[in-house]
């Protein structure tokens, strides 16, 4: 089973941008549809986005779409995500998992630790 890792959280700026990355510490992504969940306090978590094995990508909605991007490197065994255009509602633990990009993007088990990202004022 693959693990992964999450980084590049911080504290970001309203209106600044971001690079989260989602590295597999054991195993291999490349075959793994994986998502990105964020939980933010009080919250339940929910889904931002996910990406297949073959790169096809899905946005939980258009606020996210227009201000998320997911990608992934398989070289580089990484997905990322990028935010744009901070906004503070998106202060929250941020997780990858690997999920099963048709059901759509529901997560099948394997999750990181996650990254907090707070966006300042």
């Known amino acids: 089973q693959v693990q992964l890792v999450e980084s590049g959280g911080g504290v970001v700026q309203r209106g600044g941008s971001l690079r989260l990355s989602c590295v597999a510490s054991?195993?291999?992504?490349?075959?793994?549809?994986i998502g990105w969940f964020r939980q933010a306090p009080g919250k339940a978590r929910e889904g931002v986005a996910c990406i297949s094995a073959l790169s096809s990508t899905r946005y939980t909605d258009s606020s996210v779409k227009a201000r998320f991007t997911i990608s992934r490197d398989n070289d580089k065994n990484t997905v990322y995500l990028q935010l744009s255009n901070a906004k503070s509602e998106d202060t929250a633990v941020y997780y990858c998992a690997t999920v099963d990009y048709e059901l759509p993007c529901r997560p099948s088990g394997s999750w990181g630790q996650g990254t907090q990202v707070t966006v300042a004022s």
């Open positions: 054991a195993g291999t992504l490349a075959q793994n549809d």
